[in-house]
T-cell receptor, first 109, second 118 residues
Framework: RKEVEQDPGPFNVPEGATVAFNCTYS??????FFWYRQDCRKEPKLLMS???SGNEDGRFTAQLNRASQYISLLIRDSKLSDSATYLC??????????FGKGTSLLVTP | GAVVSQHPSWVICKSGTSVKIECRSL??????MFWYRQFPKQSLMLMAT?????????EQGVEKDKFLINHASLTLSTLTVTSAHPEDSSFYIC??????????????FGPGTRLTVL
């Protein structure tokens, strides 16, 4: 079983739509959780950290359920510029990041 | 935010040659750097953790004699792919950890190096 699992998509949504991505992780000792965004042929960029209490940054909301080992990302009012691959990232020991394969999002006009 | 550079951004080489990739933290001192590899439509996979002044720690399945890592200073780590073969063609990305950043697990990624071995 992979450490971090995501639905690869692609998710095709119209501009203005709300879209949600899910991620599960296998190591219950995992300590830190992030969502990264990766554009085609570019390096990943940190979108937001994920906290147990849930956190929001503008149109983006991230939630963590430790009991279910589940992380989510909600994007409201989708923009064309949100089109990218969203990577779920988990840290369980040291500082090394464990990446999911990513969920592809395409926002259409 | 912090900046990490990589050089070269892309390289094409013949099978059997060695390729060196540099990763630099430009405005902070990175005690730890990480090297990742990403094949098309795959996730980033950690290859090794590079600690300044000590030997790198390699992930299972990564040949340390093939992927040589040197972290001689707090701002530079190098990855040398020795005797490269076509199956080594990939996107190599480094990241650097800023120990003074708000969160100890904050990492900054370089722009990546696309290696193509003919």
């Amino acid at each position: 079983r992979k450490e971090v699992e995501q639905d690869p998509g692609p998710f095709n949504v119209p501009e203005g739509a709300t879209v949600a991505f899910n991620c599960t992780y296998s190591n219950s000792a995992s300590q830190s959780f992030f969502w990264y965004r990766q554009d085609c042929r570019k390096e990943p960029k940190l979108l937001m950290s994920v906290y147990s209490s849930g956190n929001e940054d503008g149109r983006f909301t991230a939630q963590l359920n430790r009991a279910s080992q589940y992380i989510s990302l909600l994007i409201r009012d989708s923009k064309l510029s949100d089109s990218a691959t969203y990577l779920c990232v988990v840290v369980h020991s040291g500082y090394a990041l464990n990446f999911g394969k990513g969920t592809s999002l395409l926002v259409t006009p | 935010g912090a900046v990490v550079s990589q050089h070269p951004s892309w390289v094409i080489c013949k099978s059997g040659t060695s390729v060196k990739i540099e990763c630099r933290s430009l405005d902070f001192q990175a005690t730890t750097m990480f090297w990742y590899r990403q094949f098309p439509k795959q996730s980033l996979m950690l290859m090794a953790t590079s600690n300044e002044g000590s030997k790198a720690t390699y992930e299972q399945g990564v040949e340390k004699d093939k992927f040589l890592i040197n972290h001689a200073s707090l701002t530079l780590s190098t990855l040398t792919v020795t005797s490269a073969h076509p199956e080594d063609s990939s996107f190599y990305i480094c990241s650097a950890r800023d120990p003074l950043a708000g969160r100890g697990d904050t990492q900054y990624f370089g722009p990546g190096t696309r290696l193509t071995v003919l």
